[in-house]
């Protein structure tokens, strides 16, 4: 598959098939996450892969509702996390990327969440162009995530993927054109203040 056919293609799947992803082809998703790029080649990632049920039922009970103040269910990837084969949780190790020594290169401090998401973006490539279905799930108590997995301190969990065989076809999701997010030379965009 091209990259850019790739790139068009995949959607984020919240259905799957109950047929098993073996080791194998986990291992090639990951393989594509860890050729990431990261903020001077850190990799600050750390991937958990979770298999048992009821781990994958404790995370599906650690997301958050797109509702304020909502049940885990509320989360439109509640059932995917709970039923896929497989659930791939990214953590990062903290005060690493987007730091020279102890202190913040930039005004945007720690940038683990720009790597993992890199890595995470190759993650979902790899599997759509193997067949697999993902969706990045960030709204989610990443605490009580962390604790679930055993996640210790100078670590935390970022998002998670369910990763399986699609038993859906979404349609795309509509994007912005490029006219309303591309400017050139300047930012010419109208802003709130116009
Ligand atoms: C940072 C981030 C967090 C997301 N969190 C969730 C989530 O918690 N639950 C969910 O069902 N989808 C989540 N999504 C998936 C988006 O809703 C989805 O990517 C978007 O609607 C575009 O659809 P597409 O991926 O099919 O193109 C998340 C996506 C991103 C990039």
């Not at 073996?22 to 998703?29: G, M, Q």
């Not at 969990?157 to 509509?174: K, W």
Request: aromatic share 8%.
């Amino acid at each position: 598959m091209k990259v850019q056919e790739a790139i068009k293609s995949r959607r984020s799947i919240r259905r799957y098939k109950t047929t098993p992803v073996d080791d194998r082809t986990v291992e090639r998703v990951l393989e594509a996450a860890r050729w990431a790029p990261s903020w001077a080649n850190n990799q600050c990632w750390r991937f958990i892969v979770v298999r048992d049920n009821k781990t994958k039922a404790e995370l599906a009970n650690a997301l958050l509702s797109v509702e304020k103040g909502g049940t885990p269910d509320g989360n439109p990837a509640f059932r995917a996390i709970n039923n896929a084969p497989v659930v791939i949780v990214a953590c990062a190790e903290l005060g690493k990327s987007g730091f020279y020594g102890e202190e913040p290169a930039t005004d945007k401090g720690d940038w683990y969440i720009f790597d993992v998401a890199l890595a995470m973006q190759n993650l979902a490539l790899a599997a759509h162009e193997l067949g697999l279905g993902t969706v990045h799930v960030a709204l989610v108590d990443a605490k009580k995530a962390a604790s679930i997995l055993q996640v210790p301190d100078g670590f935390c969990v970022v998002e998670m993927t369910p990763l399986g065989y699609p038993d859906q076809e979404p349609r795309p999701r509509p994007r912005k054109e490029l006219s309303e997010i591309v400017s050139y030379e300047k930012f010419s965009f109208q802003t709130p203040c116009d």
